[in-house]
């Protein structure tokens, strides 16, 4: 299946047509300032002539299952081969200080964006990497994610440090100026946190959800999942917090003293975040306890979690693992001291898990210091 994409433009401003690459074309969308600014840079309409859904509003599909996994895990799989033939991947020139992925069941969308110049989002439905965003920014730290079969969220270091993207125009949505950590529930519910306060958004708006962490002011909130019922956050300092429903984040006793660097969950008693020193910390309830210790390199930072009906997936700045029934084992890994990094893991389901790598070693000069990862169950292998 071949996507073709058409941009009817209302108002344009400065827009031009800049090659991109493996002579596909960008629309620049703006060029009249910041991109996190609070209105939309243009009144763009997409026109799809493939059969997908315009980027817009999420609907029920995001909803949650009975057992409260998060509605992004539930997307059917698909047979890997769609991605056989896919080009691959090609990332603007020169350095970068953004890398992230995201992914539902239309497919993956990967944000490059480079200080003082653009931030893009590229989108694969298995036919070729198209650019359906592109923008200037003055940001040099930002994270991707999304609502199934809805709006895209830029969020980390801006103006606006939480921005919903639709039809290839961003608006700013929270107007904090950082956000650590988005996670989205449902169409009406997403949760985030900033330094030592957890954020909600409910009916169209972004509110303090209880309490600061504490010790108020001392601890910074670097990751968050929810499920409506059960939210945990982890946590600088030694701290992971979990709330029931709307109640005050509750500080965890007896976890380990390092900070905590990503969180997941599954229920109320399988919760899941990740610390400094390579450890993988459950909670059933009850305890908390080490499940896990990444045994290469003096135990990496386990920097990200993406989970599915019971499997965790992970990944360190060197390597990517998956914790299931079987036990822990490894999908990728570049080794101790190595130049390329992973920045950000998502998936659809066992056989659809993405990765995003960043090069530090020798590149192809035709396609940037990106690579795109899709682990099917079996191998990882580059998009």
């Known amino acids: 299946m071949t996507m073709r994409r058409l941009l009817r433009i209302a108002t344009l401003g400065a827009g031009a047509l800049v090659a991109g690459c ?53 997307v059917d799989a698909r047979d890997a081969g769609r991605w056989v033939e896919a080009p691959t991947f090609c990332a603007p020139a020169g350095a970068l200080d953004s890398l992230d992925v995201w992914s539902d069941d239309r497919g993956v969308y990967v944000l490059t964006s480079q200080y003082l110049a653009d931030e893009v989002v590229q989108f694969d439905s298995g036919s070729g990497w198209t650019p359906v965003y592109r923008a200037p920014t003055r940001s040099s730290l ?16 801006a103006t606006c440090g939480i921005r919903f993207l639709s039809a290839g125009a961003a608006q700013c949505s929270a107007g904090a100026s950082f956000a650590q950590s988005v996670h989205t529930v449902r169409p009406d519910l997403a949760y985030a946190v900033q330094n030592d306060r957890v954020l909600w958004y ?7 959800l209880g309490d600061p962490l504490q010790p108020a002011g001392q601890v910074q909130g670097q990751s968050v ?13 030694g701290r992971v917090f979990v709330a029931s429903g709307t109640s005050t984040f509750v500080a965890q006793p007896k976890v380990p003293p390092n900070d905590f660097r990503s969180a997941w969950g599954f229920a109320t008693d399988d919760l899941w975040v990740g610390d400094s020193a390579g450890n993988l910390v459950h909670g059933d309830g009850s305890a908390w306890t080490v499940a896990w210790t990444d045994p290469a390199c003096g135990g990496r930072p386990i920097r990200g979690m993406w989970g599915h009906r019971g499997s965790l997936y992970f990944y360190t700045d060197s390597s990517v693992g998956v914790r299931d029934a079987s036990g822990v084992r490894t999908i990728f890994d570049e080794g ?23 090069r530090g070693g020798p590149v192809s000069p035709a396609c940037g210091v990106a690579s795109v990862f899709l682990f099917d169950g079996l191998a990882a292998r580059p998009l």
């Open 22 to 74: 493996g002579g596909r074309t960008l629309i620049d969308l703006d060029e009249r300032g910041d991109a996190s600014r609070a209105e939309p840079y243009l009144d763009a309409e997409i026109l799809r002539d493939d059969g997908l859904a315009p980027v817009s509003a999420p609907d029920a599909k995001g909803a949650l299952d009975a057992s409260g996994t998060d509605a992004a895990s539930q």
């Open 336 to 358: 101790c001291n190595a130049p390329d990094v992973v920045t950000g893991l998502w998936g659809n389901s066992p056989s659809e898990v993405f990765f995003v790598v960043r």
């Open 202 to 208: 409910q009916g169209g708006l972004w509110t303090q």
């Open 142 to 157: 930002m994270r991707l994610t999304g609502f199934v079969d809805g709006p895209l969220v830029l969020y980390g270091e």
């Open 225 to 237: 999942w929810s499920n409506g019922d059960a939210s945990v956050v982890a946590a600088t300092q």
